[in-house]
């Protein structure tokens, strides 16, 4: 039996938002700085069909995501706090507290495989740009840009480089099994015996010989020891290849007089065979050349395009994901480089600089960097492009050379930033180990966590850019009434 408290209750929340809400919630504040409308468009364009179901509100799907990323949540566990939290349900636009959940949670996957890293990075710039504090008159925008020199008759502009920015790469890793050769080749036999077994199924042929007890019995005899020798290891790996090359001439037999292979395996078990027969192959070089290096060596048949990358950091030598490189501008970030190859982060330096030059439409007046960054031709690049680039001089150390190191060591903590925001991101916001198995869904995973890193730092500067153009505004009243003093000859 309902009580008449609980009765009060839910018709308090059965009213409209606006009447009862605290308005300084964080996520009344995130939506306030959000361009849902311009949002909208883009994601209609991405999301378009003209069969199925309909589709979903953008402000409902892209707040879920952010939500997501936010909380970091699970889908299913997004789903459920949106029904539980009433500001949560603000933030997606609804009119009402509403008991039933927004949508499905399997959706999650359909909507990061069509908003891929390229809508996030739009989505970024949009947000940044309408949050941008309001720019200064024409006039005083052109004096404080750009100079301007009369010389016989002619006038020459120079466009000065402004802002400062701080650039660094670290790894995204990928939530993958900690991979070794025998591990890999026991899941590559596993997923071919599967497929095989699937084939005979559908073609009626007899199944043939697999070993397949055999094969598990090897595996385990080794895989379950504490400890174990190289030589125990190699002869294991080379009982796999064995069954895994078996198994593959099976597959070749059964396929042999198949014209139509799409209608025996689908798209995603004829990348389960194309990814195993490359794993074979790389193990088997490996094994012959006795190394455990090889070209875009596989470490996960789920996810071939995951990457073994070297980094020689506290705690693990090697990381398994993708990198990325930053560039962090007055407290935002932006995503200038994501790659699944593991390269010199060097380039990078030039790509955020011309990055910035596209948003601001010139060259930054400085760049904080890691020495990895400051090499020969990074050094000449920025000399004829007027940037100073934060460095140790080349050359014998001189008493200006000792000074510049000083300054250098006072200007380490301005880059301090960029690693505050890679903690930030992977301690909170679940880049430390990215969950989604498919390329472009772990790629719209990370764009979507450079957005809500940027979404949590235009709330703190909020507060700041309303005191800023307050006071701009009142600037501008003074300068039009002293200029008006001074056309009439008006004295105070």
């Known amino acids: ?283 088997k070089e490996m094994h012959t050349n006795r190394v455990h290096s090889t070209l875009n060596r596989i470490v996960s048949i789920h996810q071939p395009h995951v990457r073994p990358m070297v980094r020689g950091k506290a705690g693990s030598d090697v990381e398994f994901g993708s990198k990325i490189g930053i560039c962090v501008h007055d407290g935002l970030t932006y995503l200038d480089n994501l790659s699944w190859n593991s390269y010199n982060e060097t380039e990078d330096l030039k790509t955020s600089s011309e990055n910035y030059k596209k948003r601001n439409g010139y060259y930054p007046a400085k760049i904080n960097a890691d020495q990895i960054y400051i090499t020969r031709e990074n050094r000449r690049w920025c000399k004829e492009n007027n940037i100073l680039l934060n460095g140790k001089p080349l050359g014998r150390p001189t008493e200006q050379t000792k000074e510049r190191i000083k300054e250098l060591r006072k200007a380490v903590g301005e880059r301090n930033c960029v690693e505050g925001k890679f903690g930030q991101a992977k301690r909170w916001y679940g880049m430390g180990n990215i969950h989604a198995k498919l390329k472009t869904t772990s790629e719209s995973m990370i764009g979507a966590i450079i957005v809500v890193l940027n979404l949590v730092r235009l709330v703190q500067q909020h507060v700041l850019i309303l005191i800023e153009n307050i006071i701009y505004k009142i600037e501008k009243w003074i300068r039009k009434l002293f200029f008006q003093s001074e056309k009439w000859n008006l004295t105070f």
């Open 1 to 283: 039996m309902k009580t008449q408290k609980s009765t009060q209750q839910g018709v308090l929340f059965s009213s409209p938002f606006d009447q009862e809400l605290d308005f300084e919630n964080r996520w009344v504040k995130f939506s306030n700085i959000i361009p849902w409308d311009e949002l909208s468009g883009f994601y209609l364009k991405r999301m378009h069909q003209t069969m199925g179901a309909g589709i979903k509100e953008a402000r409902v799907v892209l707040g879920a995501l952010i939500i997501k990323h936010h909380e970091n949540l699970s889908d299913e566990g997004t789903i459920v706090s949106i029904q539980e939290n009433i500001y949560m349900q603000y933030f997606l636009g609804l009119s009402s507290f509403k008991r039933d959940a927004v949508f499905a949670p399997s959706l999650f996957v359909e909507i990061r495989k069509r908003l891929g890293l390229d809508y996030w990075q739009e989505i970024n710039e949009i947000i940044i740009k309408h949050n941008e504090p309001k720019k200064k008159d024409d006039e005083d925008e052109k004096k404080s840009s750009e100079l301007s020199l009369e010389a016989n008759d002619i006038t020459v502009e120079v466009s000065l480089n402004k802002g400062t920015i701080n650039i660094d790469a670290t790894i995204v890793e990928q939530d993958i099994q900690y991979p070794t050769d025998l591990g890999i080749l026991n899941e590559s036999r596993e997923k071919l015996e599967e497929l095989v077994d699937l084939i005979c199924l559908k073609t009626n042929q007899e199944k043939p010989r697999t070993y397949r007890i055999k094969a598990r019995k090897l595996y385990l005899n080794v895989a379950k020891k504490k400890r174990r020798t190289r030589k125990e290891i190699r002869k294991a790996v080379r009982a796999q290849l064995n069954f895994v090359s078996r198994d593959l001439k099976h597959m070749d037999a059964l396929l042999e007089n198949q014209t139509d292979l799409s209608s025996l395996l689908n798209k995603y078990q004829l990348k389960y065979l194309q990814v195993v027969s490359e794993v074979y192959r790389q193990q």
